[in-house]
């Protein structure tokens, strides 16, 4: 055999482990692509209910929330009826009922039955002024007025 049958034989051999090696190349390239299919397949099957599951979901949230918001316009219209109301009451009967406490108060001060002690006045050492929050004794006020 001669240098140039030799170097036709490497060079055969060497195609044959190239052509070897890219044809398991392209068989695990292959599989790879397999399995990449079959997952994005299993994937999309089920993918497509859970978007349909999620849209209906948010489909009934949004009626709730619709449902909460009337029932918020509705408490709000009945807490303004009853703030008017409220006013509207306390404007009809308030001053009519503290004149008529007062003017209780008046006769009850008049006949004598009133909160003084007997004989229509006060005992000095129990009232009180009321300063800023915070009660002052009788002993002091007078110390206070000398």
Known sequence: MSGVEVAGIIVAVFWAILISFLAVALVRLAQ??????????????????LLADASST?????TQ???VDAIA?????????????S????????????KVAAFGYGV???LGKGDAAPG???????RRTVIVGR??????RRKQKD
């Open 32 to 49: 790879v692509l397999r399995a990449t299919t079959k997952l994005v397949s299993e994937v999309t099957d089920q993918a497509v209910p």
């Open 135 to 140: 009660t002052v004794p009788a002993a002091r």
């Open 108 to 110: 009850r001060k008049a």
């Open 58 to 62: 948010v489909r009934s949230a949004r």
């Open 65 to 67: 929330l619709d449902r």
């Open 87 to 98: 006013s509207t009451v306390a404007t009809a009967f308030g001053g009519p009922l503290v």
């Open 120 to 126: 229509g006045v006060p005992p000095r050492a129990s």
């Open 73 to 85: 316009s509705d408490v709000q219209e009945v807490t303004s009826n009853a703030s008017a109301l």
